[in-house]
């Protein structure tokens, strides 16, 4: 019997390209670590069953069940079926923010939880099977259409049963529903960061991309999200960078330099605080000379 594959991160996958809405529909190859990228992901098991370690919690799913969480904590597929077949999408945080989610579900899944659903039913495996083709056409007007119709089949989340892992809430700063200028702000400063975390940039910066004080950007965006913008920034750095550790020939340092931290201390620090161990370890973890 062929070795089983297992999920490798690459500079052409979902860590090393955080700007990029993906969409997919296949068998899951089990993760022999936990990664991490700068989307919200949406998954959907067409058959069999899989298993999860989230960052503070662990689900189990099988045919039908589908569930969102945000991908920027570590996270990891450690077990699979044999026939499991999964679909889904990596939403990057711009598309999130048009969800029209209640702001108590948006905000625990900001901060870990994981939405849970089985109230699924037989057009959802062709609708995320069709979805995936029309990303993956090369056709932008198909692409939009696919965005546009999975949004609407998340928010209709709310009509239907429901639960969040786990059921009870991280504590949390307290704050107000957003309104849409809010929010669109917010995406607004997540789209500046985006084509730009590479770079040496602040909340001047940031908050300029939006035509709002760097004091309200950093406020709004630290409500919505639960992170600051310096955690998210350096997030999408951290993402880049897991993906470029994977190259054989990868230099820490060159890493450090090429994914924007201004040193290798830097990179360091903010590396194990997300991963719990160096740079140097995840690349011998994983296999990499």
């Not at 959802?124 to 546009?148: I, L, M, T």
């Not at 957003?178 to 730009?196: H, P, T, W, Y």
Request: proline fraction near 6%; hydrophobic fraction near 40%; glycine fraction near 6%.
């Amino acid at each position: 019997m062929p070795e089983r594959p297992f999920y490798q991160p690459g500079a052409s996958s979902v860590e090393g390209l955080p700007l990029l809405l993906q969409m997919f529909h296949t068998q899951p190859l089990v993760m022999l670590k936990p990664h991490w990228h700068a989307q919200v992901e949406v998954n959907f098991i067409v058959r069999g069953a899989v298993h999860y370690r989230m960052d503070e919690h662990e689900i189990s799913l099988s045919a039908g069940d589908m569930c969102l969480f945000w991908g920027g904590l570590p996270h990891q597929m450690d077990d699979a079926s044999d026939d499991a077949v999964y679909a889904g999408a990596h939403l990057p945080l711009v598309h999130f923010f048009r969800l029209h989610l209640p702001a108590d579900v948006r905000n625990r899944l900001m901060t870990g939880a994981t939405l849970v659903t089985g109230a699924t039913d037989r057009s959802d495996s062709d609708n995320f099977e069709r979805w995936n083709r029309y990303v993956r056409s090369g056709d932008p007007g198909k692409a939009e259409h696919a965005v546009n119709e999975l949004l609407l089949r998340l928010e209709r989340v709310r009509f239907e049963p429901y639960r969040l892992v786990p059921e009870t809430p991280i504590e949390q700063e307290a704050g107000s529903p957003f309104d849409q200028q809010s929010l669109r702000n917010v995406g607004r400063m997540c789209d500046f960061i985006a084509e730009n975390f590479l770079y040496d940039i602040d909340c001047v910066d940031i908050a300029a991309a939006a035509d709002i004080h760097p004091k309200y950007a950093m406020s709004i965006f630290k409500k919505s999200t639960g992170m600051t913008l310096n955690e998210y920034v350096n997030l999408l750095r951290l993402s880049y960078a897991q993906a470029l550790l994977m190259h054989q020939d990868a230099n820490v340092l060159r890493v450090a330099m090429d994914s924007g931290f201004g040193s290798l201390s830097a990179f360091n620090k903010s590396f194990r605080k997300l991963a719990g161990m160096s740079p140097s370890d995840f690349r011998r973890g994983a296999g990499v000379r």
